[in-house]
């Protein structure tokens, strides 16, 4: 069966990506940074509609003035393509990491990884999450990440070679459970975006203060093979070109599900209201929950 014809927008987007791929790791590190920066700023600029529900959504989760969530949604953006050019350069920084990123608390993984029941690394769309995997990954820890596809499939091929390249492995299409089952069972880690609008699939647990429709399956997983629930994030440096990797001890899960769900609601929206200018305001985090979202 031949692939659907690419629209002219992804056409676009598709041979731009090739070709700041090239120039990304051609250019010198903080060369490269500011050029994502740059476009991500352009895009941004253009981008009236989705900037404006940004900015609503950002007033409304942390209760800020106009000029404020205007601030924090451009500077998300530079954020954004700041981290592009990094994960687009994986080929070039990998023997490099330990420059780019430093990491705390990495005893609190090891730990959770020697009950040798695999551990669920829980995360959201802080910082420049692909550089926390890939961190992992070069240093051999054996981590497979929940990816979403792409709607150009060129794009979710792209992004699996270049974890690959790192030492990540893409499992399935959204949460897949039996991959997610046996990546736990051998001892791995999974790790996984919690910060996604689930619709009807999810449990209704606060996030930001606001209900929040929220994915069940990684604390179902933890009820139930035990494994324990390690919050991860990354921060960018006020330098831009290096970051720090917190890894924070694992979360209590009970037979609750919904006072698990909100435990790891709670670290991550922790997170995100300290460095609100590297979260992905762009995603309409509360769409199946919040009136006019």
Known sequence: MSK?????????IWWSLLLLARSFRLMPHG?????????????????????????????RALRVGSSEARR???????????????????PVIKGKIEKIVEVHGLENLDRAIALGKGVILLTGHLGNWELAAAYLG????????????????????MLVELRKG???????????L????????????LGVLLDQDA?????????????????????????????PIVPLFIVRRDSARRHDLHILPPLEVTADMKASVTRCNDVISEWIARFPEGWLWLYPRWASTVKGE
């Open 4 to 12: 659907p014809r690419k629209s002219l927008a992804q056409n676009l």
């Open 31 to 59: 060369v490269a940074l500011s050029l994502g920066s740059a476009v991500a700023t352009v895009v941004w600029s253009l981008s009236g509609r989705r900037v404006g529900e940004a900015e609503a959504r950002c007033a």
């Open 72 to 90: 924090i949604v451009r500077l998300s953006y530079v954020n954004l393509g700041r981290s592009l050019a990094e994960v687009l350069r994986f």
């Open 138 to 157: 070069l240093k051999g820890y054996p981590i497979r990440v929940v990816g979403a596809e792409q709607r150009d499939d060129r794009l979710t091929d």
């Open 166 to 176: 790192v030492g990540v492995t893409t499992i399935g299409k959204g949460f897949d």
């Open 178 to 189: 039996r991959g997610a089952i046996g990546c736990l069972r051998h001892g791995e880690i």
């Open 199 to 227: 619709k009807e699939k999810g449990v209704v647990a606060p996030f930001l203060g606001l209900p929040a429709s929220t994915p069940y399956g990684p604390v179902k997983l933890a009820q139930k093979l035990g494994s």
